[in-house]
């Protein structure tokens, strides 16, 4: 790690009685560096920018900024730095925690950032720029018999450097596990505009783990100009398993026994009756037998020798789970479909209802049965409908409710019974969030997963990136639970 | 005079901290003491003695997690989770005696990390007292977690400096059901044996739970012939296996040998040694490795590489060098490597030489952070308050 000395405080230009961040002299010096085009300031320009994934939250930017390269990058984050204005960082909206809502606040659009720098083959690895889309890089490196593992389900549409904000998951996490598992490296630009290297792109880190820190930091601790990424080797040999249930206790039942015999599938994935009509009665139909009470999709790779064996196991941990019957998917084509079907069950429940809300409690595994039994009887409680579809192999759950945000009491309920899944969740021994980050939706929960001590160090480690605690304001720790910040600044620790 | 405090709580420790800091007093962290000799010296007036907090508290074996106190050996976790038929995965070297908060702290590891990963894929969570006596508990139980900054990663690897590590939650796996251990006589410790034996690795469409070259020195100690192995253990079901080794013959004369010669290399590094791990591109660990090879053994010591990981360690006792510290810092400086070069273990004399990882102004950031009066472990990062 190099970095300069640290920041000193924000040394903002004089204000003209406005906030500094809705200055139009903020916005020509950041044209001046970026080109008329790439500043929005607009509301109708900026309507885009007012939501991510996270539905039923609006938030407008102050303005929107687009760097293309790095330099520019480098030159936009020291103006907001001179300015002291806070900013968001942003790569594709994606996300689904609200961690790319920017209220009154710049957005920093960094999606034009988007060149894959090298590909090293021998090595397996590759140095890619922050706004890559997830699956352009697995696409590119598949020519070397490399592919890159976590694969969110928005990956056809989801930023490597929002993925490493997130430490995003995905289905094939289970064996390859999740984004700070594959990322070596990474040069931050923090939000004092210093740029510092994180991790050994080739060779063993010694010291604090500072980019173990930095991934998953949520876009808090500054933003990712390149990333050097680990690929995994494609697979000799793939199996695509669909196991058909009459009950999702009988799946649950059929996934601990999967992964209590030592098997462990690169991906297991649970999907319930309502997600599985939600997906056959969309244009992502999968075939899935739509009068079944669960699916398991089951997928096992590796080389080719054993991979039967280890198959017929799993199938026979289904039937001996009750399963109706197991399909092995015949080939390729047939294995994408199945895929397709679970990738983009969020979006055929989408079609559904106007808004979606999608969770993301995780629960240690033996206790997967009892809470798929109360996620059901609490959205029986509050007259909503929960659907499932989740990785069953990791315990990560992905309750979701398609609702009408516009209707005032059906909002109600489902923020009711959602909360009402959360502190399930954590009673079974669990955690807020798995995959998807804590952002703005899952902020009230941090109080009660976490001592007053554990969220006051979590403030610390904040501000010893970013001081002036700039970078993504309001998000991952409630401010009220940090007693620094309610300290003058000459206290501070950084 | 050093005072040893034992503690056998987290509340314990907290006072224990509270109390050094009143009175301005440094603590050395020490769990099982097998591995003091590691890291810098370490001139701290009072010695935390954190053997006593030992014991599993959790550990339900359908989830494959186990939460035990910091003060447990990694062989007693291996006696509660062995019939479920399940392992903790981390085999770092020294010996099972070791403590799982030292191997945390230290993010130490040995072969398997070469499917498995380092300490940090391991651990999932972790309860710690700051040097300021706060506890905090980060991270969970659960497999997967993102809530909130990572405080486990930071912890992993800070040599305690950042808090006193008191429970610690880690990730088991299921032992594969056949688990087999082969060795292949490499035709020599050259540079070309070595990248072959890695593009043999690389090409391979199994993953081997560890492949570990050994030096024809320390394999000669273990055993296993005159001249240099690459070691391998496979696991997976009996078809995946047999099918494995029937690549491996590619390599040269295989053979079949007793597992127990992973603890036997774990054991093998005589007190007083002097470690230095090396680590470049996996694909450039040929010349890597015969350097390493060549002065390991000049100095009567051993080379031995996870080769999928691109780190080669290089062991020489310090008796052999006659306490010739010119000629040790000879070896030593011929040793460069591209990537990254660690010092596991120097005479003290040695260290001031030495930079310190931690000396960057984020570190010193996190440090002040965490423990703002440097009373954990002072000095052993190298770090200056």
Known sequence: VSVPPPTPLPHAPKLTGRAPRDDPALARQLAAIVGDRRVLRRPGELRSYESDGLPGYQQRPSLAVFPGTRDETIAVVRLLADWGVPFVPRGAGTGLSGGALADDVVLLGLHRLSRIISVDADNARAVVEPGVVNSTLTRAVAPFGLHYAPDPSSQTACTIGGNVAENAGGPHCLKYGVTVNHVLAATVLLPSGEVVSLGNAAGESDGYDLLGAFVGSEGCFGVALDVTVSLARLPEAVRTLLADFTTVLDAAEAVSAIIASGILPAALELMDAATIQAVEASIYAAGYPVDAAAILLIELDGAAAGLDDDAARVERFCLDARARGVRVAADATERAKLWQGRKKAFGAMGRMSSHLVVQDAVVPRTRLPEILAEIERIGAAHGVSVCNVFHAGDGNLHPNIAYDASNADEARRVHDAMSQVMEACIAAGGTITGEHGVGLDKLPYMDRLFSPATLDAMCALRSVFDPDRRANPGKVVPVHSCREWHAAPSTRHA | ?385
């Open chain 2, 1 to 385: 005079m050093t005072t040893m405090l034992g503690c056998d709580s987290t509340a314990a420790v907290a006072e224990r901290i509270r109390e050094a800091r009143a009175t301005g007093t440094t603590l050395r962290l020490v769990g099982a003491g097998g591995w003091l000799d590691a890291g810098r010296p370490c001139p701290a007036e009072h010695r935390v003695e954190l053997r006593p907090l030992a014991g599993v508290t959790e550990y339900e074996a359908g989830d494959l997690t186990l939460t035990a106190r910091a003060g447990t050996t990694l062989s007693e976790i291996e006696r509660a989770t062995a019939p479920e038929g399940q392992w903790l995965t981390l085999d770092p070297f020294g010996s099972a005696d070791g403590t799982i908060g030292a191997t945390v702290a230290t993010a130490s590891h040995g072969p398997l990390s070469s499917s498995y990963g380092t300490p940090r894929d391991h651990l999932l969570g972790c309860e710690s007292v700051s040097g300021t006596g706060d506890v905090i508990r980060s991270g969970g139980r659960v497999v997967k977690n993102v809530a909130g900054f990572d405080l486990p990663r930071l912890m992993c690897g800070a040599w305690g400096t950042l808090g006193v590590l008191t429970e610690i939650t880690v990730r088991l796996r299921a032992r594969p059901e056949v688990d087999r251990t082969l060795v292949v006589a490499l035709r020599d410790e050259s540079a070309g044996a070595c990248a072959d034996a890695w593009r043999w690795l690389r090409a391979s469409p199994f993953t081997p739970l560890a492949a570990e070259l050994l030096s024809a020195s320390i394999a000669r100690r273990l055993g296993l012939g005159e001249r240099a192995v690459l070691a391998l253990r496979l696991g997976g079901n009996e078809a995946l296996v047999r099918s494995a080794e029937r690549t491996v013959a590619e390599l040269g004369d295989v053979r079949t040998v007793a597992g127990s010669l992973w603890d036997d290399l774990r054991r093998s590094e005589p007190s007083g040694s002097v470690v230095i791990r090396l680590g470049a591109l996996p694909a450039d660990i040929g010349s890597l490795w015969a350097a390493a090879g060549t002065l390991a053994e000049r100095a009567g010591g051993f080379a031995h590489s996870t080769l999928g990981r691109g780190v080669v360690r290089c062991v020489v006792p310090i008796a052999e060098l006659e306490e010739d510290n010119g000629r040790l810092w000879g070896i030593i400086g011929q040793l460069q490597a591209a990537g990254s070069r660690i010092f596991e273990r120097l005479p003290s004399s040695l260290w001031s030489g030495i930079p310190s990882p931690a000396s960057d102004p984020i570190s010193r950031g996190v440090r002040r952070a965490f423990d703002p009066d440097h009373l954990l472990n002072p000095g052993i990062l190298g770090e200056s308050a």
